[in-house]
């Protein structure tokens, strides 16, 4: 084992795990494209660690009690270095994760109420054109009413545009996941629900893919479907 590189992977690997602290609450656009590309210097470390440990395990030629015997020592340095590693990516992701679910609760709240304003806009420019239809009656002039409730039927006011506070980083990924939640397994129907807790847990997985094929479209007494976001690098 070249202990120099050892040495040196050992360093980087501390100096990575002390950096990771910074990006385990994400509060701001710039933190979480931090963070992302954090997890690519975390990501390009491992492919090092496990480049360095590779040519180790193939070298394990000897009998199979001494191949195994070597093979679980590298197998225990390897994962020293590489799985404290793998819990710092997981708890970046899990902050990513936090924040972008934050993120779409604001956009969302800030979505509806730009629709909601946008429709009252849209309700008093047809009460005002409806008035001036009536004055315009009142006055004899039915083509001009007539024009005036016209344009009321056609009234469109568009909603303002609300972007995202989630910044878009190449290599980052962010693919949604339905999943199922269940509430309550006695209001399930009987037709819906398994007995054991062995076969309870198949049926979870069963609920995940009917989330994952029909998101929340399938409405089940007694179970959530609901949308995670999952971060991919």
Same mark, same amino acid.
């Given at each position: 084992?070249?202990?120099?590189?050892?040495?040196?992977?050992?360093? @980087?690997?501390?100096?990575?795990?002390? %950096?990771?602290? !910074?990006?385990?609450?994400?509060?701001?656009? @710039?933190?979480?494209?931090?963070?992302? %590309?954090?997890? !690519?210097?975390?990501?390009?470390?491992?492919d090092v660690i496990k480049k360095f440990f590779a040519p180790m395990v193939e070298k394990t030629t000897e009998s199979k009690r001494a191949a195994a015997a070597a093979k679980k020592s590298i197998d225990d340095e390897f994962a020293k270095y590489h799985d404290p590693l793998e819990i710092k990516r997981d708890q970046i992701k899990y902050a990513m994760r936090t924040y972008i679910d934050e993120q779409d609760r604001i956009t969302k709240a800030k979505r509806d109420k730009a629709e909601a304003e946008a429709?009252?806009?849209e309700d008093a420019k047809r009460k005002k054109l409806e008035t001036d239809a009536k004055k315009a009656e009142k006055k004899g002039d039915t083509d001009k009413a007539e024009e005036l409730r016209e344009q009321a039927e056609n009234v469109f006011v568009p909603a303002k545009e609300i972007e995202s506070n989630v910044p878009k980083i190449a290599g980052i990924k962010t693919p949604a996941y339905w999943k199922a939640e269940i509430l309550d397994y006695n209001r399930i129907p009987r037709e819906q629900l398994y007995a054991t807790e062995k076969q309870k847990e198949a049926h979870r997985s069963h609920l995940n893919a009917i989330a994952r094929s029909m998101k929340d479209t399938l409405k089940i007494e007694g179970v959530r479907f609901y949308e995670e976001k999952g971060i991919r690098s």
């Open positions: 084992m070249n202990q120099l590189i050892e040495s040196e992977i050992e360093n @980087e690997s501390n100096q990575v795990l002390t %950096e990771s602290k !910074k990006y385990l609450v994400i509060k701001t656009p @710039e933190n979480y494209s931090r963070a992302a %590309e954090f997890l !690519k210097v975390i990501g390009d470390l491992q429709r009252a806009e």
